[in-house]
């Protein structure tokens, strides 16, 4: 076989250059758009089917604490309660205790069993909700109630937030099962900025003598800070919109009580509860007012989130 | 060498479509559309291929999406029958155009079932239903609850009344009951497929499993289920006291005689609970479904007309086995007369 040359004609990089880029970001172009548009109209549409709700009930909705579907009387107040206190029950566990395991796995595990460990962290997300909730209503729920609930009603049965009648589900439980959901989502991009933080750093650090403790603690999270907050968010998010495991241990009750082993309601458990069996209008548009609202709260906490990273953690940030 | 050539793909595509054919003849059968109730769902699913099985012509596609998807769907004309559990309202039949013909189709019972372990066969009377959910009774040896049951050692322990979360025509029939027991709790609450619960110590679980996961969970809690999910689940039952002053469980039988004493139910008087009859249980309703008086497609409504005629009557048979309470013979006598009002 006598060895052949190519004999396609020699390629101008200009032209197809030109046109492979044109291509390139058209699509990319496209993608943002529809991106863009999904969002837009997806508050357009949700404006669209509350306008009744809106224009009869007004700003009081969201004040209101009565939600009584047979006299067509609505407010979201104990449902926003609900949402806004469960998520943060379950952001300030699952913060501390992801990024203690990311930091763990990224720091001080042996090399053996970090990436085994790791994947264990990351099938937690595999789980799907419906299965955390049944798993919560006959696992959790029963723990709680026998033996937790009452530990902190007698040591700290003082403090308003551990009074009254406990009943397993509740505030706190729903916290709890939530935290567990958003876990492996702060762990598992923890991990990733952590491990991301240069060698530099860390050799400086433990040049300049620091222990193996103070170089993680003052130099490698400050650096990774802005990552681990925006996991942070990003698990926030998660567990304001989670519906079928909050509803089942939250106890579905529209009241706001100061303790945290009352029985509680979420946005999302409400419309998931309440929307196949709504009939008249005004119904059905106060329930889609409640996932608006569940939209702009989230939009809220991205964008408060956002404007704190860049105002507190830009100033330093490690290199 | 054999090579895919365009004819023999095309052959070999006609062939398999051919085949196709003959093997599942239903292909070319009509389908009828249903939405609606999911109370009905496990009868309807059972019903409907029984009746494919008899009538090779036709199939039935349900879709439980609810009755408030049931009552949309029927409105928008996209299905051929819709399915409730509390009839169409004057405004939702004038939404749909008017015309609208309502059957009842199915008959269910709500069954009390809690949790004391030291209780065996718990007694209320309507009055103690109420009131606990009211929340007026808040422990079990109250005097009220001692009253009902002399002689049994009622432990002192708060009662936890557990709600339907989930909008439903259980917690329908079940707060139309409260509602005809008591003017303070129809005043207070009224009658709905949900409600605002005004127990402080009240708790909702979402659908039936959940009210009976709260239940069995919760020392002290009490909660309303399907009569077909107690049954099956083998749930410990409260004996309640019916209009004639008799207490007994929720049974098929009871319900049967509820809902013989009213052969003229409609759709605007369909309420059977604290029906009259030493037998009746107190506690029952109807689950609908709706149908156009003048509709357009004639072949189509005849043929959802003939399904649905074998469904309120021989159709009942199979309710009985998946522990639904089959229409009494005038009820059925009813929902046919209202069937032979379609034209057709």
């Keep these: 076989m006598t060895p052949t040359t190519p004999t396609n004609p020699p390629i101008t990089p200009a032209a197809s250059a030109g046109r492979a880029d044109r291509a390139f970001f058209i699509t990319l172009w496209a993608a943002v758009t529809i991106f863009t548009a999904t969002a837009v109209g997806l508050f357009i549409q949700l404006v669209n089917g509350s306008w009744q709700s809106l224009t009869t009930f007004g700003f009081g909705f969201i004040v209101d604490s009565q939600w009584n579907p047979v006299t067509g009387h609505f407010g979201a107040l104990p449902m926003i309660y609900g949402t806004v206190v469960s998520s943060f029950i379950a952001i300030a566990f699952a913060a501390v205790i992801g990024i203690g395991a990311a930091t763990y796995l990224a720091e001080f595990a042996p090399r053996q069993i970090a990436d085994p460990l790791a994947t264990l962290v990351e099938l937690l997300a595999a789980v799907p909700s419906v299965v955390y909730g049944l798993w919560g209503l006959f696992v959790l729920v029963p723990i709680l109630r ?49 491990r991301a933080v240069g060698r530099e750093q860390r050799e400086g650090g433990i040049a300049l003598g620091s222990t193996r403790w103070e170089t993680t603690w003052r130099i490698v999270l400050p650096a990774a800070r802005t990552g681990i907050f925006g996991a942070c968010v990003l698990a926030l998010g998660r567990a304001l919109g989670e519906t079928i495991a909050a509803t089942m241990v939250i106890g579905n009750k529209s009241v706001i009580a100061a303790s945290l082993f009352a029985p509680s309601y979420t946005l999302s458990s409400v419309i998931a509860n309440e929307f196949t069996e709504a009939t008249s209008d005004i119904y059905i548009s106060s329930l889609i007012e409640l996932g608006l609202i569940l939209f702009i709260i989230s939009f809220i906490v991205n964008g408060a989130a956002r404007l704190l990273v860049n105002s507190v953690f830009s100033r330093n940030e490690g290199r | 060498m054999f090579r895919m050539t365009r004819g023999r793909l095309f052959a070999a595509l006609a ?38 099985q008899n ?101 002192d322990l708060a009662v936890i009344p557990v709600n339907r979360s ?50 069995k969970q919760t020392p002290g809690a009490i909660g309303y289920v399907e009569l077909a999910y107690a049954l099956e689940n083998k749930m410990e039952q409260a004996l309640v006291q019916n209009k004639a002053g008799k207490f007994a469980i929720c049974t098929t039988v009871g319900v049967k005689a509820a809902a013989a004493t009213r ?71 009813t929902a046919m007369k209202t069937l032979n009002q379609i034209n057709l």
């Design chain 2, 15 to 52: 062939g398999t479509l051919a085949v196709a054919t003959a093997a599942f003849p239903a292909l070319a059968a009509t389908q009828l559309t249903g939405a609606g109730s999911t109370f009905d769902y496990p009868f309807f699913s059972k019903a409907f291929y029984q009746y494919s």
């Design chain 2, 263 to 333: 052969p003229d139910v409609n759709a605007t008087n369909f309420s059977i609970v604290d029906a009259a009859g030493a037998d009746s249980w107190p506690i029952s309703g109807y689950s609908w479904v709706v149908v156009y008086q003048s509709p357009q497609d004639k072949a189509r409504a005849k043929m959802t007309k003939d399904v649905l005629a074998w469904t309120v009557t021989k159709g009942q048979a199979i309710a009985g086995t998946l522990d639904y309470v089959p229409l009494p013979e005038n009820v059925q006598a």
């Design chain 2, 55 to 155: 009538n090779s012509d036709v199939t039935v596609n349900y879709q439980s999406i609810g009755s408030g998807g049931g009552i949309e769907q029927f409105t928008a004309k996209t299905v051929d029958f819709g399915a409730t559990d509390v009839p169409m309202t004057s405004q939702e039949v004038q939404r749909a155009g008017g015309g609208v013909l309502q059957v009842p189709i199915a008959l269910g019972g709500v069954a009390l079932t809690y949790n004391l372990p030291s209780v065996k066969a718990l007694r209320l009377t309507r009055e103690n239903v109420v009131d606990i959910y009211l929340g007026k009774i808040t422990k079990w040896n109250d005097a009220a609850l001692k009253k009902t049951n002399p002689g049994v050692a009622l432990p």
């Design chain 1, 146 to 194: 026998a033996f937790v609930d009452p530990f902190l009603q007698a040591h700290f049965g003082f403090l308003p937030i551990f009074t009254g009648p406990i009943y397993g589900v509740g505030l706190l439980t729903a916290g709890i099962i939530l935290a567990i959901m958003i876990l492996p989502t702060v762990s598992a991009i923890s991990r990733d900025v952590i």
């Design chain 2, 166 to 215: 989930d909008g439903s025509g259980t917690t329908y029939i079940f707060t139309d009951f409260l509602s005809t027991v008591s003017p303070e709790f129809k005043t207070k609450v009224g009658a709905g497929k949900s409600v605002q619960w005004p127990a402080a110590g009240s708790v909702g679980g979402k659908g039936n499993e959940g009210v009976a996961g709260s239940v």
